[in-house]
């Protein structure tokens, strides 16, 4: 909101320069987001007086006539070339002679054209920086002082304070609002406009009746009538003030409506008396089927929760919102009734919002007009009118206020202030600033009763007032002291997050980049992937776009996304991980949580396992990376030597390639999973190198309990190795084998570790040679060549029964 | 001491051969036919039975001085052309030690976990512990209980995103805060930090989803200077020694009084850059002291409890810290834009 410094001061006694009151305000919680000068740069100009047009110049451009004009001040004419349509003997208008300068750091000086000699200017409104027309030079009314400087005139040298009121502050929407604050803080004295309305017969209710049908959402609605105006533009200083608070002048009775909106923050509206059905106002919500053409010239259906307006027939405003054309004030208008009302803020919101309509009117009735602001400001307005337009102010005020509220009293304990601020100015500055701020305070005890004022509506227990005391005692003197601590509790971290942090570092450890991708997923995608029940998804009911309109069931989604952004973007290897939240509908276990979350851990790579280097070879990522990170992150997780188990082909998640993924089970758990992505999601994904995945749960991982590391003592006796190498049938799987080792219960072995794997034309089609190193140990001597060559023996024999293997080398 | 000439004899022509050998096989071969089992010398001693017995010992301790000096003159002689051959070797194997070496590039952390972490750590020093909840909320957690009034705009399907059964996706982390104080008694002292949405069309400083990290203390002596005084910290740690926190009024449904905090731009050091618009301070988030209704609303007795709460974004900070000029960057995941946070 635009706020004028010296029309604030009209209502604030104070020297502060602009700038440190903006800092004062801003300090107390009415924050200046910008202060600007009205005009800048304009000097010199003055009013003057188009006495004669001594001669025509011929055209400058067609249709601009160039006239000689003789200018007048008080004690000097000037010779001035003009351009402008309007110009014509007797008109008053702003002169910038010789030496003037004009807003953009135009300097006037004496120039010829065409021979002929100009001493200056004539300036349009946009010549002087002060409106955008330059249709014509500036029309001043006849009174204009001549010779006055232009800025006195208008009020110029003013600056334009841009405040943003936090929700909570309606009544700080205006200029009285503000003073009233700017008393607070500096404690200049505050002036409430006083208003004498001079009123005439006939009495306003023979003229007008005014009916609140729903009183729900209009608790007020008060009216007076004016008649004999005359329709006009404002004087210049009105027009003035509005154009500098961002208000498009419009007429004399619109502009003093949206000036005391301005002023006391009061929205008014002004009807043509003689437009309305009956004379008469009733204030209903909306019958089915009504419509109403707003002053925007836009045709509205209403519906039967919108709060109208009316006058005996029809809907001829929206309440609170914008009003109607078929009544709106005219040139031609002589009588008006003035509305002052008080509307329901939900009920006017929600018209707004389903109208598409935000108005000034709207933006302060939906967050609580003062009920009692509504008589000052009508009568205020009313007496500006029948100034301004020359009219008569009819008796009386018609006022329907069915249930007048009363005005809350709210101890207050000084101690409170200390005991939640942890410090309080005194107690008589505590009662001046309550009263600055409007509050009537009751001192006698030694707790204060306050009354609130009908404007503060947001004030309703007493640490409300606590803040009220500190802001504008100021917030900068709140000391920076630390609690002693009182019971003293351990700092925990929740064991998943504690996990992403630990698998996070390993994963780059390992080169992996982490990336952070949207919660939301394209629907399209998911149903490519293999998401294809609606049922196990979560769906936003109103997203930003359909392509962000499903919570993500894995990460995988993001992830691919993100590698295909690179790999588009000329990086061909990427190899990704995320931590993040994937959701599923609610579960009962979730209780009162409305979805079913589990935090997981992902993992794509797609492209060369390492960056091109002298060193390194160009070998592309494969099935056994994806593994490897899951195993890395179950290994980081305390999870060590998870079970394989491939899922048959058909079984696996619709985004996998069949036959080549599977999951990871921690003690029979699914803890990960791990593949190659499907081909036709890579196409979706427009993935042109295979890619593979992995998963891994860290809500599972979290659950199981913490491993600590036990000490386990150190062997004493030297290990012995043997060698195992067998030829074995393609089908036959290293899980298989080393569970068949393990299962012979061999003594003294300690450790199998597989360490060539090869197949091809040495070893014969369908088959596939496997190399492990055996390590045997006995923990209490040292063991013998011969006790070792039998424990070995045993485990090839067993080995080459069982799944028909030769053995090599043996 | 005058000894047999054919001892001295052999000690003559050894040290010459040893002094003109050109490798340490030439003067193996050499120490074992002088010195060795069948030697030139021992052959020489086992002949000293023909010697008249008084010259016998004189002879043998001239033998022996002369062994000592050739497995002298050997070793010394082993040990230069051990050198020379090792630093013939280098010379016929030339290192570029100007090659790169061999590791893993470590890969980088997200700007937005680096500004998480960093913040947990600073509050985790300072006491607090880490709460979770759930990013898909109940109205009743995510506003009713943080006191924001039925027809309270954010509220709307305008602002906020909305999931079917009437939940919604937080639009802060403070359910988190209700659901802790619920689930314990004060002395509570803990800080939320996760993702949290907005119904917002993406733009350079607009992003439907962010993270924030919320901190929340209760207990029976905790006042706004007591906040004041934890921001202040903060920033201190997160901002360097000289950084300094301000309080501006403000208004939150769950605070009051409800602060809105600034630290001193760490650009110009209050003196106006363009980096703080020229204000000398940069707004960073919102605290305040838990209000009444909602220490009411978790069963907590305002007049034997009071309470503060904070929170801030987790973006906003890393835009400033690493002068990041779009927050979409964030989310893009551009791996030239992530390497830059290798570290």
Same mark, same amino acid.
């Given at each position: 909101?635009?706020?004028?410094?010296?029309?604030l001061?009209?209502y604030?006694?104070?020297?502060?320069?602009?700038?440190?009151?903006?800092?004062r305000l801003?300090?107390a919680g009415?924050?200046v987001?910008?202060?600007?000068p009205?005009?800048?740069?304009?000097?010199?100009?003055?009013v003057?007086?188009?006495?004669a047009?001594?001669?025509?110049?011929?055209?400058?451009?067609?249709?601009?006539?160039n006239r000689?004009?003789?200018?007048?001040?008080?004690?000097?004419?000037?010779s001035?070339i003009?351009?402008?349509p309007?110009v014509?003997?007797g008109?008053r208008?702003a002169?910038a002679?010789?030496?003037?300068t004009?807003p953009?750091?135009?300097t006037?000086?004496v120039?010829?054209?065409r021979g002929v000699?100009?001493e200056?200017?004539?300036?349009s409104?946009?010549?002087l920086?002060i409106?955008d027309?330059n249709?014509?030079?500036?029309?001043l009314p006849?009174d204009?002082?001549?010779?006055t400087?232009?800025?006195t005139?208008?009020?110029l040298?003013?600056?334009?304070?841009?405040?943003?009121?936090?929700p909570?502050?309606?009544?700080?929407?205006s200029?009285v609002?503000?003073?009233r604050?700017?008393a607070?803080?500096?404690?200049?004295?505050?002036?409430?406009?006083?208003?004498a309305?001079?009123?005439?017969?006939p009495?306003?209710?023979?003229?007008t009746?005014?009916?609140?049908?729903?009183p729900d959402?209009?608790?007020?609605?008060a009216?007076?009538?004016?008649?004999?105006?005359t329709?006009?533009p404002s004087?210049?200083?009105l027009?003035?003030?509005?154009?500098a608070?961002g208000l498009?002048?419009?007429?004399?009775?619109?502009?003093?409506?949206?000036?005391?909106l301005?002023?006391?923050g009061?929205?008014?509206?002004?009807?043509?008396h003689?437009t309305?059905?009956?004379?008469?106002?009733v204030?209903?919500?909306?019958r089915?089927?009504?419509?109403l053409?707003t002053?925007?010239g836009?045709?509205?259906?209403l519906?039967?929760?919108m709060l109208?307006i009316?006058?005996?027939?029809r809907p001829?405003?929206?309440?609170g919102?914008?009003?109607?054309?078929?009544?709106?004030v005219?040139p031609g208008?002589?009588?008006?009734?003035l509305?002052s009302?008080c509307?329901n803020?939900?009920?006017v919101?929600?018209t707004?919002r389903?109208l598409?309509l935000?108005?000034?009117a709207a933006?302060?009735?939906?967050?609580?007009s003062?009920v009692?602001?509504v008589?000052?400001?009508?009568?205020?307005?009313?007496?500006?009118?029948?100034d301004?337009g020359?009219?008569?102010?009819a008796?009386?005020?018609?006022d329907?206020?069915p249930?007048?509220?009363?005005?809350?009293?709210?101890a207050l304990?000084?101690?409170r202030v200390?005991r939640?601020?942890g410090?309080?100015?005194?107690?008589a500055e505590v009662i001046r600033?309550l009263?600055?701020l409007?509050?009537a305070?009751d001192?006698s005890g030694?707790?204060?009763?306050?009354?609130v004022p009908s404007?503060?509506?947001?004030?309703v227990?007493e640490d409300?007032f606590?803040?009220?005391?500190?802001?504008i005692w100021?917030?900068?003197?709140?000391?920076?002291t630390l609690a002693?601590a009182?019971?003293?509790?351990?700092?925990t971290?929740?064991?998943?997050?504690?996990?992403?942090?630990?698998t996070g570092?390993?994963l780059?450890a390992?080169g992996?980049?982490?990336?952070?991708t949207?919660?939301f997923?394209?629907?399209?995608?998911?149903?490519?992937m293999?998401?294809?029940?609606?049922?196990?998804?979560?769906?936003?009911?109103?997203?930003?776009?359909v392509?962000?309109?499903?919570?993500?069931?894995?990460?995988?989604p993001?992830?691919?996304?993100?590698?295909a952004?690179?790999?588009?973007r000329?990086?061909?290897d990427?190899?990704m991980?995320?931590?993040?939240?994937?959701?599923?509908?609610?579960?009962?276990?979730?209780?009162?949580?409305p979805a079913h979350e589990e935090?997981?851990?992902?993992v794509a790579?797609?492209?060369?396992r390492?960056?091109?280097a002298w060193?390194?070879s160009?070998?592309?990522?494969?099935?056994?990376?994806?593994?490897?990170?899951?195993e890395l992150?179950?290994?980081?997780?305390?999870a060590?030597g998870?079970?394989?188990?491939p899922?048959?082909?058909?079984e696996e998640p619709g985004?996998?390639?069949?036959?080549r993924?599977?999951?990871?089970?921690?003690?029979?758990?699914?803890v990960?999973?791990?593949?190659?992505?499907?081909?036709r999601v890579?196409?979706v994904?427009?993935?042109p190198?295979?890619v593979f995945v992995?998963?891994v749960?860290?809500?599972?991982l979290?659950?199981?309990?913490?491993l600590?590391?036990?000490?386990?003592p150190?062997?004493?006796?030297p290990?012995?190795?043997?060698?195992l190498a067998?030829?074995?049938?393609?089908?036959?799987?290293?899980?298989q084998v080393e569970a068949?080792?393990?299962?012979m219960?061999?003594?003294?072995?300690?450790r199998v570790?597989?360490?060539?794997?090869y197949s091809g034309?040495q070893?014969?089609t369908?088959?596939?040679s496997l190399a492990w190193?055996?390590t045997y140990?006995?923990p209490d001597?040292?063991l013998?060549?011969?006790?070792v060559?039998?424990?070995h023996?045993?485990?090839v024999?067993?080995?080459a029964?069982?799944?028909r293997?030769?053995?090599?080398?043996a | 001491v005058?000894?047999?000439?054919?001892v001295?004899?052999?000690h003559?022509r050894a040290?010459?051969?040893?002094?003109?050998?050109?490798?340490?096989?030439d003067?193996e071969?050499?120490?074992?036919r002088?010195?060795?089992r069948?030697?030139?010398l021992?052959t020489l001693?086992?002949?000293?039975?023909?010697?008249?017995?008084a010259?016998r010992?004189?002879?043998?301790?001239?033998?022996n001085?002369?062994k000592?000096a050739l497995?002298?003159?050997?070793a010394?002689?082993?040990e230069?052309?051990?050198?020379?051959e090792?630093?013939?070797a280098?010379?016929?194997?030339r290192?570029d030690?100007?090659?790169?070496?061999r590791f893993?590039?470590p890969?980088?952390r997200?700007?937005?976990?680096?500004?998480?972490?960093?913040?947990?750590?600073?509050f985790e020093?300072?006491g607090f512990?880490?709460?979770?909840?759930?990013e898909?909320?109940?109205d009743?957690?995510?506003?009713?209980a943080?006191?924001?009034?039925d027809d309270?705009?954010?509220r709307?399907?305008?602002?906020t995103?909305?999931v079917a059964?009437?939940?919604?996706?937080?639009t802060?982390t403070?359910?988190?805060?209700?659901?802790?104080m619920?689930?314990?008694r004060?002395p509570?002292?803990v800080?939320?930090?996760?993702?949290v949405y907005r119904?917002?069309?993406?733009?350079?400083?607009?992003?439907?989803?962010?993270?924030?990290?919320?901190?929340?203390?209760? @207990?029976?002596? %905790?006042t706004?200077?007591?906040?004041?005084a934890? *921001?202040?910290l #903060?920033? /201190?740690?997160m901002?360097?020694?000289?950084?300094?926190?301000?309080?501006?009024?403000?208004?939150?449904?769950f605070?009051?009084?409800?602060?809105?905090f600034?630290?001193?731009c760490?650009?110009?050091g209050?003196?106006?850059?363009r980096f703080?618009k020229?204000?000398?301070?940069?707004e960073?988030?919102g605290?305040?002291m838990v209000?009444?209704?909602?220490?009411r609303?978790v069963?907590?007795d305002?007049?034997?409890?009071?309470?503060?709460?904070?929170?801030m974004?987790v973006?906003?900070?890393?835009?400033?810290?690493?002068q990041v000029? @779009?927050?979409? %960057?964030?989310f893009?995941n551009?791996l030239?834009? *992530?390497?830059? #946070?290798? /570290?």
């Amino acid at each position: 909101m635009k706020i004028s410094y010296r029309w604030l001061r009209e209502y604030v006694e104070t020297d502060l320069p602009p700038s440190a009151l903006a800092d004062r305000l801003t300090n107390a919680g009415i924050p200046v987001e910008e202060s600007v000068p009205v005009v800048e740069g304009l000097g010199g100009v003055v009013v003057g007086e188009i006495e004669a047009i001594e001669r025509e110049l011929g055209e400058s451009r067609p249709g601009h006539l160039n006239r000689l004009c003789r200018v007048a001040l008080p004690d000097r004419k000037f010779s001035v070339i003009c351009g402008a349509p309007n110009v014509a003997p007797g008109l008053r208008t702003a002169l910038a002679p010789p030496g003037a300068t004009l807003p953009g750091g135009r300097t006037i000086a004496v120039t010829t054209i065409r021979g002929v000699v100009s001493e200056g200017m004539l300036c349009s409104e946009k010549d002087l920086g002060i409106g955008d027309d330059n249709d014509g030079i500036l029309a001043l009314p006849p009174d204009a002082p001549l010779g006055t400087d232009f800025v006195t005139y208008l009020g110029l040298d003013d600056t334009i304070f841009e405040i943003e009121i936090t929700p909570n502050r309606p009544d700080a929407l205006s200029i009285v609002g503000v003073a009233r604050e700017i008393a607070a803080v500096t404690g200049a004295p505050f002036r409430f406009p006083q208003v004498a309305v001079k009123e005439a017969e006939p009495e306003a209710a023979t003229l007008t009746s005014v009916e609140i049908a729903d009183p729900d959402l209009c608790p007020r609605y008060a009216a007076r009538v004016i008649s004999g105006l005359t329709v006009k533009p404002s004087p210049p200083w009105l027009a003035q003030r509005l154009r500098a608070v961002g208000l498009r002048p419009i007429n004399n009775v619109v502009d003093v409506t949206n000036y005391v909106l301005w002023e006391l923050g009061q929205p008014l509206h002004a009807f043509d008396h003689a437009t309305l059905a009956g004379g008469r106002i009733v204030v209903r919500r909306a019958r089915p089927g009504e419509h109403l053409t707003t002053l925007d010239g836009r045709d509205r259906a209403l519906t039967p929760d919108m709060l109208m307006i009316c006058d005996a027939e029809r809907p001829v405003a929206v309440g609170g919102v914008m009003g109607g054309a078929d009544t709106e004030v005219r040139p031609g208008t002589t009588t008006v009734l003035l509305e002052s009302a008080c509307f329901n803020p939900a009920s006017v919101r929600r018209t707004s919002r389903a109208l598409g309509l935000s108005t000034d009117a709207a933006y302060r009735f939906e967050r609580g007009s003062d009920v009692e602001g509504v008589i000052p400001a009508l009568d205020r307005a009313a007496l500006l009118m029948a100034d301004l337009g020359g009219g008569t102010v009819a008796r009386g005020v018609i006022d329907v206020y069915p249930a007048p509220r009363p005005h809350s009293r709210v101890a207050l304990r000084l101690e409170r202030v200390e005991r939640v601020v942890g410090a309080a100015p005194p107690r008589a500055e505590v009662i001046r600033i309550l009263q600055a701020l409007g509050f009537a305070v009751d001192d006698s005890g030694p707790v204060l009763q306050v009354v609130v004022p009908s404007f503060r509506r947001d004030i309703v227990q007493e640490d409300d007032f606590v803040e009220e005391i500190v802001r504008i005692w100021g917030y900068d003197k709140i000391p920076l002291t630390l609690a002693q601590a009182g019971e003293v509790t351990p700092v925990t971290r929740p064991a998943d997050l504690a996990l992403a942090g630990q698998t996070g570092r390993a994963l780059t450890a390992a080169g992996l980049a982490e990336c952070v991708t949207y919660s939301f997923v394209d629907p399209a995608r998911l149903k490519a992937m293999g998401w294809d029940d609606p049922a196990r998804l979560v769906a936003l009911l109103n997203p930003l776009s359909v392509e962000r309109s499903i919570m993500r069931p894995s990460l995988v989604p993001g992830l691919l996304e993100v590698l295909a952004t690179n790999v588009h973007r000329q990086s061909p290897d990427v190899q990704m991980f995320e931590t993040g939240v994937t959701f599923a509908p609610h579960r009962d276990a979730d209780g009162d949580r409305p979805a079913h979350e589990e935090l997981w851990l992902g993992v794509a790579l797609t492209g060369q396992r390492a960056p091109r280097a002298w060193h390194a070879s160009r070998d592309r990522v494969d099935i056994y990376d994806a593994k490897g990170m899951a195993e890395l992150t179950l290994a980081v997780a305390g999870a060590p030597g998870a079970e394989t188990q491939p899922w048959s082909a058909g079984e696996e998640p619709g985004y996998l390639e069949p036959g080549r993924a599977a999951r990871l089970l921690v003690d029979g758990q699914e803890v990960a999973r791990f593949g190659e992505v499907a081909h036709r999601v890579r196409e979706v994904f427009d993935l042109p190198a295979p890619v593979f995945v992995a998963e891994v749960s860290l809500t599972a991982l979290a659950a199981r309990p913490l491993l600590v590391p036990r000490y386990v003592p150190l062997p004493r006796f030297p290990a012995v190795q043997r060698d195992l190498a067998l030829v074995v049938p393609d089908d036959v799987t290293v899980a298989q084998v080393e569970a068949a080792i393990q299962g012979m219960d061999i003594p003294w072995l300690v450790r199998v570790a597989l360490f060539d794997v090869y197949s091809g034309s040495q070893v014969g089609t369908g088959k596939r040679s496997l190399a492990w190193s055996l390590t045997y140990q006995a923990p209490d001597r040292t063991l013998t060549d011969a006790e070792v060559n039998e424990a070995h023996a045993r485990v090839v024999r067993e080995l080459a029964r069982r799944f028909r293997a030769e053995v090599r080398g043996a | 001491v005058a000894g047999d000439p054919r001892v001295q004899q052999i000690h003559d022509r050894a040290l010459a051969e040893i002094a003109g050998a050109r490798s340490t096989s030439d003067l193996e071969s050499l120490r074992v036919r002088v010195l060795g089992r069948s030697g030139e010398l021992t052959t020489l001693l086992r002949s000293l039975g023909s010697l008249p017995a008084a010259e016998r010992p004189k002879v043998g301790q001239q033998a022996n001085e002369v062994k000592q000096a050739l497995e002298t003159a050997l070793a010394e002689r082993v040990e230069a052309l051990k050198g020379e051959e090792r630093r013939r070797a280098r010379e016929s194997e030339r290192l570029d030690l100007t090659l790169p070496g061999r590791f893993t590039m470590p890969g980088p952390r997200h700007p937005l976990t680096r500004v998480l972490d960093e913040m947990i750590e600073i509050f985790e020093g300072l006491g607090f512990s880490v709460a979770e909840g759930p990013e898909v909320e109940s109205d009743y957690y995510n506003f009713s209980a943080l006191n924001f009034p039925d027809d309270h705009p954010a509220r709307d399907m305008q602002d906020t995103l909305h999931v079917a059964g009437g939940a919604l996706l937080r639009t802060h982390t403070s359910p988190v805060q209700i659901r802790t104080m619920l689930a314990r008694r004060p002395p509570v002292r803990v800080i939320c930090p996760g993702r949290v949405y907005r119904r917002d069309l993406t733009d350079a400083t607009h992003s439907p989803m962010f993270h924030q990290v919320e901190g929340l203390a209760v @207990d029976r002596h %905790l006042t706004m200077a007591d906040l004041k005084a934890t *921001l202040d910290l #903060f920033a /201190r740690r997160m901002y360097g020694a000289q950084s300094r926190v301000r309080f501006r009024p403000s208004f939150f449904p769950f605070t009051e009084p409800s602060a809105e905090f600034d630290v001193l731009c760490f650009k110009c050091g209050g003196a106006g850059c363009r980096f703080c618009k020229q204000g000398g301070w940069i707004e960073i988030g919102g605290s305040g002291m838990v209000h009444p209704n909602v220490l009411r609303n978790v069963g907590y007795d305002p007049e034997e409890v009071t309470g503060w709460a904070f929170g801030m974004g987790v973006e906003r900070i890393a835009i400033l810290k690493y002068q990041v000029d @779009d927050i979409r %960057l964030f989310f893009e995941n551009d791996l030239r834009f *992530l390497q830059q #946070f290798t /570290r």
